[in-house]
Every structure is written in C-alpha cells, then in structure tokens.
C-alpha cells in the first residue's frame, strides 16, 4: 500500500512540477479575481456575493474541465512521446498500478482545482460584495438550499460530469501515442460534442438519448426538475455505462500495449 501511495505521490509530482500546472493556477485566479473586481466597479449595487459566485463558477468551471483534459490527455501520451514510459515501465510495479496511480492522481489535480475555485469565488465576492443574507439568494437560485450548500451541491454535480471527461480524455491517451493529437482530440469532443449532441437532440430517434453529451450537464436537475423528458437517474445510469467502457478500454489497451513498438 504504501509503494501505490509513493506511485501517486510521484504522478503528482510530475504535474505540479510543470510550469503548465501553475500557469493554470494562475489564469483560474486572476480570471476570478479580475471578473469580480470589474462588476464591483461597474456594478449598480443590487449584486450579492451568491449571485456573483454561481455567475463566476458557471463560466469557470469550463475552464477547470479544459485544463483537465490537457492534463489527462498527456498523462500516458506524453510518456510515449518522451520515451519515458520504457523507464517506468521498467520499475517494480505492474502495469496496472501505473494507470491507477496516474487515473488518481488526474482526479486529484481536478478536485484541487475545484476546491480552488469554490473557495475563491467564494471568498473573493464576500470581500467584495459582503455576505448577504440567504433569502435573497434562495429566491435566484430558487431552492430552498442555503445558498451555500446549493453551490457545494452544484460543484458536486459538476464534479461528476468532470469524471466522466477526464476519464474519456484518459482512455484517448492510453490510444495515441502522441501528447498533441490526444490532447487535441480531447478538446474537439469536449468543445464540439455538446454542439453536436445538442443538434441531434432535436431528431425523433430514442438513440439520441443515449448520447454521453447530453447527460454531463447534471445541474440541469437541480430542484428535481427534469430535462428534455430525461431525470436524474437516467442520466447517472448513462453516465455509469460509460464511465465502466472508457475505464475497461483504457485498461484493456494498455496492458496489452507494445512498448517496444
């Protein structure tokens, strides 16, 4: 257990040792800082902090999911780019062990950003802002979820949409061999896959339900509302199928992978 937890410790030194990773860091929050600082001084002074922070998260949080996908795309690719994944493949640890140190450490990297952005956006707008009341706050939202526990629910689901990417954008680079083309695929159907679903969806044919872009948006049933004739469960269902193909594939190719090709 404790030579896994080194594995992960050193998939997660090799992204926090790229200068990428903090250029990252720093784009998130000088957006957050920059975003709040203008709409105080443009503002007429009816914005709350609530109102801000789910404005900010909703634009954000896209940005959280395009850094992630550059991160995942070049986690395996990039070790055949570079020819380092003969060198780790060489160390005591069965192939495996190496995918899932890497799978959780990509996972770990999109949670620190999450939480980044939830905690500044959050304390950002209250400095700015001041801390409103939840009345106000629960009738924009309209929930009756305090206004913070309405936005760690709205992370949550997010968060479960982001898994699903991260995990496709993983299983893309365990397919190429090339960094540039996994990453590049991997912003295409991120980007181009919403459109594209979203285009289909106006077809009468009970396929198109089942399109993974049209069930990583989960915030759409917050309130329990449903959307288009789908619910919540339905789209986790869908979710969970493929979530257990991209996982089953990403494993099946590497294991079976010629290093020495």
Known sequence: MFDFLQLVRNENMKIYRRVRTWIMFGILIMLVLAISIVAKLVGDGDVDN?????????????????????????????????GTIKLLLIRPWSRSKILLSKYISLLMFALVQAVLLYALTFLANMLLFGYSGSGEAQKVFESDLHPFAYMLLY??????????????????????????????????????????????????????????????????????????GMTLGFSLGVLAAYYVVFIALTWLIFNKRDVAA
């Open 50 to 82: 609530w109102f801000m922070m789910s404005m900010e998260t909703m634009v954000l949080f896209q940005l959280v999911t395009i850094f992630t996908v550059v991160v995942s795309a070049d986690s395996v690719a990039g070790e055949f780019s570079t």
């Open 155 to 228: 992370y949550f689901y997010q968060f479960l949409g982001l898994i699903i990417i991260v995990t496709m954008a993983f299983m893309l680079s365990t397919v190429f061999r090339s960094g540039g083309l996994a990453i590049g695929l991997s912003l295409f159907l991120l980007l181009g896959g919403s459109t594209i679903a979203g285009l289909l969806s106006m077809l009468d044919y009970a396929w198109v339900d089942y399109i993974l872009f049209l069930h990583l948006n989960l915030t759409q049933y917050m309130g329990g509302s449903e959307a288009g």
